[in-house]
């Protein structure tokens, strides 16, 4: 008879293997970063040999890749988005911006940080970051996944409270539906 | 073993044979699709993975039980389909539920599919997928009418309404069908362009457009089932034109051969072809295909 904890750790290799070559990525393109995406998809870089591919809705995609700057307004729709993602789900913040601000440091509407409001598994720095490093980024979050190590999602339920607090200093208006699981 | 066991193993078998051959058939036109875009593409089994990820993911929100029921009602309808289709010209190991008069009865369930998947996408909200809800609905106006046409002047020529006595009327008579009736083949073929949902004719999907329009709202368990489906789906669609045009296979090798070629009209038509609007694809459907379904009938009546 199998021992339960080692037959669950088959079942994780299994799924995490499924997980980390079937990526489906929401792209939200509010920031310049969204025109290194098409490239990155189409015939010179091909992502989709990763199985990385486009998804249309939250509902079906894993991957939340969030390019560029976030100002105050769409940080609002980009929670609302995050949240209606179905669990497991990652998030990559892609260029210099969603690190430390990048060049609109001193900005007066734009999120500096983005790791306070949403969790972040994988950066990619850069401002652009290139296609190469694009790619470079999903394939350190396969390597995250395959040691079952992005737990961004887990992150997010576990300090909600103190992700909550952090949105709502940035985002007067807060007209949300609760987060669901 | 007793008949009912070898049975109900016999459709577990067909069950598993479309379901594998339908989904490799999607994997290899996601890669056909690459290497004529230049890319190398995802693996052949990439949709097996997709698959197992979606049936892993840990939570799956719905919007109430339509939105439950309508994956359901497309999956019953492809296996209840998939049921009715000779598999081999022999059939002795696959399942046959066949009858006389079941291709008019396969006509009716072929089209109960999209419709229970029309009352789950109303139910999650989704401006998007009702607007591709009533795409797809038009579309199958457009395409149904040459299809039945097509069906029409088969069973008039061959004065049967069973999918086994036209098998056996090719081969009594020594030609497929595709050669003694061509009309009523080219307007199946031409509707079957709008039955795939492949470009020029995915206004229903439409990505870009309508945000993968009726499955927008569908992530995880639900996908999975709406995908499975598509893909049994698909292998009972090739394996019926197939059957009626084709002369049947005597063997699986013979088969996933004649499907392929037979997939592979529309998968390369859409490789070349833009997406239409609504009423253009209705007025394509209208327009040749339904030309060559009269002529069909006509040749049927009159020889």
């Given at each position: ?7 669950q ?8 293997y499924?997980r980390?070559?079937?990526l489906?990525?929401?792209?939200y393109g509010?920031?310049c970063?969204?025109?290194e995406?098409?490239?990155?998809m189409t015939s ?10 486009g998804?249309a809705?939250?509902?079906q ?11 105050t307004?769409?940080?609002k729709r ?9 669990d497991p ?8 911006c969603?690190?430390n ?8 509407n734009t ?14 720095n850069g ?5 190469e490093?694009?790619i ?16 961004g999602?887990?992150?997010?339920k576990?300090?909600?409270?103190q ?6 200093k940035?985002i ?10 | 073993?007793e ?10 078998v067909?069950?598993?044979?479309a379901f594998?051959v339908g989904?490799?058939?999607?994997g290899?036109?996601?890669k ?17 993975l997709?698959a197992?990820?979606l ?5 799956a ?9 309508g994956p359901a009602?497309?999956?019953?309808t492809s ?6 289709i000779?598999?081999l010209n022999?059939g002795?190991f ?5 009858f ?12 109960f599919g999209p ?6 996408a109303?139910?999650?909200g989704?401006?998007?997928s009702?607007?591709?809800v009533t ?5 199958m106006?457009g395409?149904e009418i040459?299809w039945?046409m097509a069906l029409?002047?088969l069973?008039?020529q ?20 595709v ?6 083949f080219?307007?199946a073929v031409?509707?079957?362009?709008g039955?795939?949902r492949?470009?020029p004719f995915?206004i ?10 009726p499955?927008a709202e ?5 996908l ?8 049994i ?10 059957d009626l ?6 063997n ?5 051969i004649?499907?392929f070629?037979i ?6 038509y859409g490789?070349?072809s833009?997406r ?8 394509y ?19």
């Amino acid at each position: 008879m199998m021992n339960d904890k080692n037959s669950q750790k088959i079942v994780d290799i299994i799924q995490n293997y499924a997980r980390l070559h079937s990526l489906f990525v929401l792209a939200y393109g509010t920031g310049c970063g969204a025109i290194e995406i098409p490239p990155t998809m189409t015939s010179r870089y091909d992502a989709e040999r990763f199985g990385i591919r486009g998804a249309a809705t939250p509902r079906q995609a894993d991957v939340l890749l969030i390019t560029g700057y976030l100002t105050t307004k769409t940080l609002k729709r980009v929670i609302r988005v995050y949240e209606q993602m179905q669990d497991p789900k990652y998030v990559i913040g892609f260029g210099s911006c969603t690190i430390n601000g990048g060049m609109y440091w001193d900005s007066y509407n734009t999120i500096k940080v983005l790791d306070k409001y949403l969790p972040v598994d994988v950066y990619i720095n850069g401002c652009m970051p290139r296609p190469e490093a694009v790619i470079a980024g999903f394939v350190k979050l396969q390597s995250l996944i395959r040691e079952g190590k992005a737990e961004g999602a887990k992150l997010y339920k576990d300090n909600l409270e103190q992700y909550r607090e952090n949105q709502k200093k940035v985002i007067p208006n807060w007209v949300m539906p609760e987060y669901n699981w | 073993m007793e008949p009912i066991l070898y049975k109900v193993f016999g459709a577990v078998v067909t069950i598993i044979l479309a379901f594998v051959v339908g989904m490799t058939y999607m994997g290899l036109s996601r890669k056909i699709t690459a290497r004529v875009q230049n890319r190398v593409g995802p693996p052949v089994y990439q949709n097996f993975l997709d698959a197992l990820k979606l049936i892993s993911k840990k939570t799956a929100i719905h919007h109430g039980i339509m939105q439950m029921m309508g994956p359901a009602f497309f999956m019953v309808t492809s296996i209840g389909s998939l049921m009715f289709i000779p598999v081999l010209n022999d059939g002795r190991f696959f399942s046959n539920l066949n009858f006389e008069g079941d291709l008019v009865f396969l006509l009716y369930l072929m089209v109960f599919g999209p419709l229970g998947m029309a009352l789950g996408a109303g139910q999650t909200g989704n401006p998007n997928s009702a607007i591709g809800v009533t795409r797809g609905l038009s579309q199958m106006v457009g395409f149904e009418i040459p299809w039945v046409m097509a069906l029409v002047a088969l069973m008039i020529q061959y004065d049967t309404t069973s999918i086994v006595g036209l098998m056996e009327a090719q081969s009594a008579s020594g030609t497929w069908l595709v050669f003694s009736s061509p009309f009523a083949f080219i307007a199946a073929v031409l509707a079957m362009l709008g039955m795939f949902r492949y470009s020029p004719f995915d206004i229903v999907g439409a990505p870009t457009e309508l945000a993968s329009g009726p499955v927008a709202e569908n992530g995880g368990k639900y996908l999975f089932t709406m995908m499975s489906s598509n893909s049994i789906f698909a292998f009972v669609k090739l394996t019926l034109y197939v059957d009626l045009f084709l002369g049947g296979a005597d063997n699986l090798i013979e088969l996933l051969i004649k499907t392929f070629a037979i997939y592979l009209i529309p998968m390369l038509y859409g490789l070349v072809s833009p997406r239409y609007r609504t009423e253009q694809a209705v007025r394509y459907f209208w327009g040749w295909p339904l030309f060559f379904g009269f002529l069909a009938i006509m040749y049927a009546v009159v020889f």
